[in-house]
């Protein structure tokens, strides 16, 4: 009785843990972003962008927004280290695709980059948010166009979503980890990663 006690009482009031993986070639701004995050809804402040050097490990930050804790796993994007993202596909509940929507002439780059992700049989059934970052300049192209320029087709659309962002400014953001959440909560992946977990693991 007490341990059904428990589990229900475990239930409301434990906060669900994700793990989000922030992916995207090098400068894209995946890093800046999760400071951003971090000065946002955890009582740290960031790092402000002038501190923050190229990814070579592995950046945390833990969050808590509303009724989730969010794990987010920043790697370095530079082309000698992106088969090391591989390594984190099968634990992560969902994927943050941060693309630099100011420079042009790295989409090319970008997308067969996402297009080797979404490949992996690890990463199957992730909800995927896909940043155009860099909106702040007026260069950047909007989530639209580089919606049509990435198209997507064959992805299942409930699990995808573009946004445009803005990690410097916050532009975008709230918008995005929303989605991301209710996204997560929603999806099979959470289901059977927590089965696999096993019980007591929210
Ligand atoms: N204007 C503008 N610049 C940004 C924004 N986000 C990041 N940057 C700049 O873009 C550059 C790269 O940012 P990082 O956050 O280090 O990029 P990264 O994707 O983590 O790069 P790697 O760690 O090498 O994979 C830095 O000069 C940032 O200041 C943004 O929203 N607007
Ligand atoms: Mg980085």
New binding site residues.
Partial sequence: MFSLFYGLWKQVFTKMEFHVLIL??????????LEKLKTRYSNLEGLS??R????VGLNIGRVEVSNAKLVFW?????PG?RSIWEKYYEEAHAVVY?V?A?CLSRFEDSKSALEKVLRHEDLQGAPLLILA?????EEAVSADELARYLDLKKLDESLYTFQG?????GLGIKESINWLIDTMERSKRTETLRARAGPGVI
């Fill in positions: 995207g070639i090098d400068k894209a701004g995946k890093t800046t972003l962008p002038d923050i050097v190229p990814t920043d790697l370095g994007g530079q280290l941060v630099d100011a970052n860099k909106q702040d300049l962002v803005s990690a410097f400014d």
